[in-house]
């Protein structure tokens, strides 16, 4: 059962959490004296050059542009916190903490949290609710908006390949390799057939058409609403074994066995992931292909084409087949989006710069034992290894 957590099990200790553990202010006071408001831990620079389920096919991680360079090349900056307090207290260095301004969009911090560390499921227990649901939001609205970058630098890419083809009758040999990455996204298309792709194939212009109606950004606010919604903020026992934050089911047993399985659904899992990443790649790939949800690649089309925002609200309609509630989950959801406030993350903008990452540790010598460990990893390549297996393109 794939439940692994491979930063988490590092002979070195890595933790790439959520990992809200809980140190109270006393605990923090204990690592030497900081200006309120200052951010106590540091940064290192490493080296990186139905639900329908989650067994759909997935493009090929080379996406190309700026996206596709995110994790390699240049050097990665690591945020190392040591409590729920200087998570908080970097956040608000971030300007990513607090009341939003109504007169400007969000402007997201290019921060990807990592794992959701067990211990959140108690820290989350002892803190104020809306405190709970503002640290779920804050550290999962960049991976969101991460996963809609790089769904525009795909949609790009296909816009290009279509005027290509429309000039001079065949694409681009960087256009044929990301359709050949694309395309099994399509109903009915087989590797044999894909691999057999041609810059000139006559199928090409169709098959692009296609991928553009699939290949869509999702509303940020509708998919807060469902990773909220689905696991209870991160803290559902699939979420934290696992990284599942949309509840996508598997048949291949590489998820997590439900402690009550209705054998009318056989013998279902809830996927798991080795990052958070990957489930919200996972959440947006099963929207693009999966047949259930062909409503709202419906709607989403219908929107794009009338020069329309997308909306969390709207698209949410098309959403009836993604749970057994049918229309009752789907005004659940909508009443969620309504009641947090969440379609305000529609307009949401990631800031151009470096994508960085974030970890924590319980506590500071452990965090500054860390520190030392990431920069060991930087030196034998291994930190490296472990951000591109991450695929963030």
């Known amino acids: 059962m794939a439940t692994t957590r491979p930063l988490c099990a590092t002979a070195l200790g890595l933790i790439l959490t959520l990992g809200l553990a809980g140190c109270s202010k006393q605990d923090e006071a204990g690592a030497g004296t900081a200006e309120p408001g200052t951010v106590q831990d540091g940064a290192v620079q490493a080296g990186a050059g139905d639900k329908g389920t989650a067994d759909q096919a997935k493009p090929a991680a080379k996406a190309g542009g700026q996206a596709a360079t995110a994790a390699a090349g240049s050097d990665v900056e690591v945020i190392v916190t040591s409590s729920l307090e200087s998570m908080v207290a970097l956040l608000e260095k971030e300007n990513w903490w607090g009341v939003p301004s109504a007169d400007e969009p969000l402007n997201v911090p290019h921060l990807l949290i990592a794992a959701i560390h067990p211990t959140w499921q108690e820290a989350s227990r002892n803190m104020p609710v809306q405190q709970k649901k503002a640290l779920f939001y804050r550290l999962m609205l960049p991976l969101v908006m991460h996963a809609n970058q790089m769904v525009m630098h795909f949609r790009n890419g296909l816009e290009q390949a279509r005027g290509e083809l429309a000039d001079t009758g065949k694409v681009s040999p960087e256009s044929l390799a990301m359709l050949k990455r694309l395309a099994l996204l399509l109903p009915g298309e ?50 934290v074994e696992g990284n599942s934050l949309f509840g996508q089911w598997t048949y291949k047993n590489d998820g997590i066995k439900p402690r009550e399985q209705r054998k009318s659904k056989g013998n279902h899992q809830i996927k798991a992931f080795e990052w958070p990443f990957d489930s919200v790649r996972g959440y947006f790939i099963n929207l693009m292909s999966h047949p259930a949800y062909e409503d709202f690649r419906r709607l989403r089309a219908e929107v794009r084409a009338a020069g329309k925002p997308m909306d969390s609200l709207v698209l949410a309609d098309g959403l009836l087949s993604y749970s057994e509630r049918g229309q009752a989950y789907v005004d659940s959801l909508k009443g969620m989006i309504r009641h947090n406030h969440l379609d305000i993350a529609d307009d949401a903008v990631l800031r151009d710069e470096p994508v960085r990452f974030l970890l924590n540790e319980d506590g500071a010598d452990k965090a500054a034992a860390l520190r030392n460990d990431i920069e060991a990893m930087r030196s034998s390549g291994e930190l490296q290894d472990i951000i591109e297996r991450m695929q963030l393109d």
Do not use: C, K, W
């Open 190 to 239: 087989t590797q044999a057939y894909v691999d057999a792709l041609q810059d000139n194939t006559p199928e090409l212009a169709t098959m692009i058409d296609a991928l553009l109606y699939r290949v869509d950004v999702v509303p940020p606010g509708l998919a807060l609403g469902q990773a909220a919604y689905e696991s209870g903020y991160g803290t559902s026992r699939f979420a």
